[in-house]
């Protein structure tokens, strides 16, 4: 059970997030715990859905962002987002489970993406301060500096949803996937 008010629907949300939760439902065919939960401050909710919709412009791929989803909410411990993410993941980036299981260990078997998942990890267990032989290990493996800046929105998109699911205790919605089982 969630710590706070959970909207049953979009109808029971703040009339301010019920647009935005409409969009959700429009994009995914539902509208998961972790939007339902974060729709109780529209601004929070919007100030989410935005630098989501940014980055999913950006130059890092799908695969990768995923890759990068699954390191950050293993570090952090976040079931919710592991589930979530692993699901995606598997379903949408379609990475296989062997891909997941190194996402997960703060790696990859691609070794590009591997640098990218890498340095990712390394920014959360680091908190922030990671070296200039990690910088430099991201940018040998090819990544440019618009991509090492998306990989650190990447790290602090996903640890917002991480800690706003580890705070509030968002009840799992999809097939579930422990931290603690790694």
Do not use: W
């Not at 800046?149 to 799992?172: C, S």
């Amino acid at each position: 059970m969630s710590r706070i008010q959970l909207p049953a629907s979009i109808e029971a949300a703040p009339a301010a997030a019920r647009p935005l939760l409409e969009g959700v439902r429009k994009t995914l065919g539902s509208v998961p715990n972790l939007f339902r939960l974060t729709a109780n401050s529209p601004e929070a909710l919007e100030g989410y859905l935005g630098l989501n919709a940014a980055l999913s412009k950006g130059s890092l791929g799908a695969q990768t962002r995923e890759r990068i989803a699954l390191a950050v909410a293993q570090v952090n411990g976040c079931d919710y987002c592991l589930s979530a993410h692993s699901f995606v993941a598997k379903n949408l980036a379609k990475l296989d489970d062997a891909e997941i299981a190194a996402n997960r260990a703060g790696g990859s078997s691609d070794p590009t993406a591997d640098a990218a998942v890498r340095f990712a990890a390394k920014i959360v267990e680091a908190r922030g301060q990671v070296s200039e032989a990690d910088v430099a290990a991201v940018k040998m493996a090819g990544y440019s500096e618009a991509e090492l800046v998306e990989i650190v929105a990447h790290v602090a998109l996903n640890t917002l949803t991480n800690y706003l699911n580890e705070v509030f205790e968002t009840p799992i919605d999809f097939p579930v996937v422990s931290a603690q089982a790694a």
